[in-house]
């Protein structure tokens, strides 16, 4: 073993160490030195590619203790958990006392003294975490190939015995450590489960746990992060970058089987099921003790991981490349889009759209696109290409049976004391195509009728109201909703574009077969990928100048055309304005983005109208 890499591989090691010297020290601050040391570690990035990550390396092939990393989001954040931080041991063989240090574990030594002067019971704030819904396949191709990581199956904890704790523990209630009392947390939430009842006995097995990913099909590891310092800062939906000590000790199974037999009779039944979604089998849910944690700005591996604001060099070189690269890219959207210049546009303006800031209720930026007339054969190969260009994306057919039965909307559970996931339970920035020519003729039910009002306040105001039974609870979101119909969507949206082939019918379905998926690593698509991240994260302002001349123009327009100018129109004139401002590298409003803004709403308005005078209401 290297001993450079020692504090990756017995990070345990460093902190007891540090704790050792602290007997002697009593104003040492040693878990301030511990943390600042890995902290000062991490900031190499040959040191962080040299960490191994939950993301990619399968968890039997991962040793106990040693230090892991997990990008991830909070999915949900349990109650605050009560933990020996310090306590003394009693030597059996020489009697001596020992002090311990109880931090970043699971699993305490043998032979406490339980009735010692110098315990010290300390606070742990646990979250629940799953990988980023909806990430895609490139994103997970890129971090993978840059890690420096060859590992073998761990000795301490081979595949065998993995593959057994998977099978023994799946179906088992169970209980791993004592907590503090149930204070009800509006952030918090927990796990999704499949049963509705705790088992009548412990012969009988229950339904397999439940990850509770947010997406349905999603796959990889789920993970329990404790948390140790400064865990308000921390919210759900949040995505994370954690280092910590990962514990998977077959302790936690022993103890999660024995759970029940160390509860009080008159709280079993009522806390099993808890018990059952807080403390899974390690072996599914590993458990993760940060040392160092992150908020991430974007999950786009094309980008420094650091804010981008930070990085002038980067910046400046990357900015200046983006005329050129909006050039190719909107050469290709219009391939993509039949051959329709316009609609392809509005396309890059709605992928680099993002929520900057918000005015009361009001959320700023957002730019939700209708591409409507668009052919029911088309829209999941458009879905397929996009999904090639941004980090994370959701497909969402609209048929009748998704929005009748599917759950969009996170519902807590009081009986697991857990957040039950749901669709719109999404990180920032993701993309979710909502494609609503699969809706069919039928009848919306009222889980419908409830899933297309969530997908409405989603549009309209960016939040989802999380279902808590007696009351609705507002979280703010950043998702970029487009949608796909054939007549004007039933949802509301930013800016409808009717789509206007630029061939004929007879050579529409030769056509679509001939669009081509971006390569996944070709440098063309890994410039696109690039450029649609950054520019979501460009600064952007509008001087006080040009604010007046604006201002003055609508009031032109309006003198020019005073029942079709609205203050909506303004609005959407400036979103579309900064856009093009923010898609062509500028950080300022221009006369020129706001003369093309103009120019693209009038070409926009008057095909709307076109199609409307054709088709009557349904442009």
């Not at 072996?283 to 700005?297: N, T």
Request: hydrophobic letters at 35%.
């Amino acid at each position: 073993m290297s001993g450079s890499q020692e504090w990756i591989h017995n990070p345990l090691g460093v902190v007891e160490a540090m704790f050792g010297d602290s007997q002697n020290n009593p104003d040492s601050k040693w878990e301030a030195k511990a943390l600042g040391f890995f902290s000062e570690q991490l900031k190499e990035k040959e040191a962080q590619t040299s960490i191994p990550s939950l993301n990619d390396v399968p968890l039997h092939y991962l040793k106990p203790n040693s230090l892991v990393k997990f990008r991830c989001m909070i999915q949900d954040m349990f109650d605050p958990e009560f933990y020996m931080g310090v306590y003394e041991t009693t030597d059996p063989s020489t009697k001596a006392k020992v002090l311990k240090c109880g931090k970043y574990r699971d699993v305490a030594d043998s032979g406490i003294d339980f009735n010692s002067d110098n315990m010290v019971t300390l606070e742990r704030q646990p979250f629940y975490c799953v990988p980023v819904p909806g990430e895609n396949a490139w994103v997970k191709d890129c971090y993978t190939g840059s890690s420096q990581v060859r590992v073998l199956p761990s000795t301490s904890y081979a595949p065998t015995r993995q593959k057994r704790s998977y099978e023994e523990d799946e179906g088992e209630a169970m209980d791993t450590q004592q907590t503090g009392p149930q204070t009800e947390n509006y952030r918090n939430g927990d796990f999704k489960r499949q049963e509705t009842e705790a088992p009548s006995n412990h012969s009988s097995t229950p339904a397999p746990l439940d990850l509770n990913f947010p997406l349905p099909g999603e796959k990889g590891p789920s993970c329990l992060v404790k948390v140790y310092e400064d865990w308000e800062k921390y919210k759900v939906n949040d995505v994370i970058e954690v280092f910590g000590v990962l514990s998977v000790s077959p302790a936690l199974s022993a103890l999660e089987k024995e759970g029940s037999s160390l509860l009080d009779p008159a709280d079993a039944m009522e806390t099993v099921e808890e018990q059952r979604v807080h403390c899974p089998p390690a072996s599914l849910v590993p458990r993760l003790h940060v040392l160092h944690a992150k908020a991430l700005q974007h999950n786009n591996p094309l980008l420094p991981p650091a804010p981008v604001e930070s990085n002038s060099t980067f910046l400046s070189s990357s900015v200046a490349d983006f005329p050129s690269v909006r050039a190719e890219l909107l050469t290709y959207f219009t391939h993509v889009l039949l051959g329709d210049a316009l609609a392809a546009e509005f396309l890059i303006l709605h992928l680099i759209s993002t929520v900057y800031a918000r005015r009361d209720v009001l959320p700023l930026g957002k730019f939700t696109l209708n591409l409507s007339g668009v052919p029911a054969s088309y829209t999941e190969r458009l879905y397929q290409i996009i999904q090639q260009l941004v980090p994370s994306s959701y497909y969402l057919p609209m048929s009748l049976q998704n929005m009748n039965q599917m759950r969009l909307v996170p519902k807590k559970d009081y009986t697991a004391n857990r957040l039950l996931s749901g669709a719109l339970q999404l990180s920032k920035n993701t993309t979710l195509f909502l494609d609503e020519t699969r809706l069919q003729q039928g009848q919306l039910d009222t889980t419908g009728v409830r899933n297309v009002t969530a997908l409405g306040n989603l549009i309209s105001w960016q939040k989802v109201d999380y279902d808590f039974n007696y009351h609705q609870m507002e979280f703010p979101c950043n998702i970029n909703v487009l949608i796909s119909s054939e007549g004007r969507s039933l949802l509301p949206s930013d800016c409808q574009v009717p789509l206007r082939p630029q061939l004929p019918p007879s050579q529409l379905d030769e056509y679509l077969s001939g669009l081509h998926v971006p390569q996944t690593n070709s440098p063309q698509t890994n410039r696109f990928r690039s450029y649609l991240s950054l520019a979501q994260l460009l600064p952007y302002n509008i001087s006080e100048e040009m604010t007046k001349w604006v201002e003055d123009d609508f009031v032109d327009m309006r003198k020019d055309d005073p029942q079709s100018i609205s203050a909506e129109d303004l609005h959407r004139l400036l979103v579309v304005a900064r856009l093009l401002a923010v898609s062509e590298g500028e950080s300022a409003l221009s006369r020129e983005s706001w003369s093309k803004a103009k120019h693209l709403e009038a070409l926009r308005r008057s095909r709307t109208e076109q199609m409307t005078s054709v088709n009557g209401n349904e442009p």
